[in-house]
């Protein structure tokens, strides 16, 4: 069954067609129904709303965005939000069409699509891009600030509060980029190369100045086989990286293969531990916010390579 026809099937099934809200009508001591796919958008948009909103995220930690699948009870959170945010960029591969769908009854931002196309990363002849935009904090803040646009649209009573607050949650992420800076220097440049399980890294790479590579492509859904396999261990041979790295929300299947690969090439690779890239942690402890995440990826990634 094709994506549109899905989308289609879904709406009509649980009867949600033109049952969207307005956030307009909504009183100053109302807060903002707001529904975001990913937990990096929603804690952007928590820090950015702060008391004016309410903010449900509908994959939580260790969930793969590219193969997630709208269950009922999720359309029915896209569909009672005000305003919607999502990532964009093909990253919510298999609920793209419900999010179209839904952006045509109701307030509905891709939030990553507001970054330059120029800035983005191709991923094959200039008409798709790689989505994984967040691991480059200097872009993920042209997120940031459309998510502040989306709720000054929303609730324009309150747009001194957003820009506020956007202005603070910016100051703390560009603090944090220069903090993952002053970490990665610690590591020898021969030794920055990030080998993870899947193509989640490249804004990072690109970022921070490591040479990346992944086991499978940009989306979980791609295959890997012996020869992407013999390509990574002969990297780590002839480099004599020490560490690679297993995902939260990725099998650890495909890199033990590469470890076991370079064992019989006589080259001893460990698992360096685990990053967060396309979830974050659990709710409620740092890696469950978006700087917390991002400083146990710096932390893990410079403990196991310098």
Not at 94 to 103: P, S
Request: hydrophobic share 40%.
């Amino acid at each position: 069954m094709k994506r549109g026809l899905i989308a289609a099937v879904l709406f009509a099934a649980f009867g949600l067609t033109g049952c969207g809200t307005d956030s307009a009508g909504k009183s100053a001591d109302q807060q903002l129904q707001v529904t975001a796919t990913t937990s990096q958008i929603a804690d952007a948009a928590e820090n950015i709303g702060g008391k004016h909103v309410k903010v449900t995220s509908l994959m939580g930690p260790g969930v793969d965005p590219h193969l997630y699948k709208a269950s009922q009870g999720d359309t029915k959170k896209l569909m009672s939000a005000d305003v919607v945010l999502y990532s964009g960029l093909h990253l919510e591969g298999k609920m793209e069409d419900v999010l179209q769908k839904i952006g045509e009854q109701k307030q509905a931002a891709a939030v990553a699509e507001a970054i330059p196309k120029n800035k983005l990363i191709s991923a094959g002849e200039g008409k798709t891009f790689d989505p994984h935009v967040w691991f480059s904090i200097p872009l993920w803040i042209h997120a940031v600030d459309e998510i502040e646009t989306q709720f000054s649209k929303a609730m324009p009573q309150h747009a001194d509060d957003f820009q506020k607050n956007a202005k603070a949650y910016k100051q703390d992420l560009q603090y944090l980029d220069k903090w993952s800076r002053q970490e990665i220097a610690h590591i020898p440049e021969k030794s920055r190369v990030l080998v993870t399980a899947h193509d989640a890294f490249a804004y990072f790479g690109n970022e921070y100045g490591f040479k990346v590579k992944g086991l499978q492509g940009l989306s979980t859904d791609s295959d890997y086989g012996l020869r992407d396999v013999q390509e990574l261990v002969d990297l780590l041979t002839e480099k004599q990286i020490k560490a690679v790295f297993v995902e939260s929300s990725v099998s650890e299947k495909s890199i033990n293969a590469v470890v076991e690969g370079a064992k019989e090439k006589g080259h001893t690779v460990t698992i360096g531990g685990q990053l967060y890239s396309d979830a974050m942690g659990e709710k409620g402890t740092k890696e469950g916010t978006y700087e917390g995440m991002f400083r146990h990826n710096i932390n893990t990634i410079t403990k196991a390579l310098k």
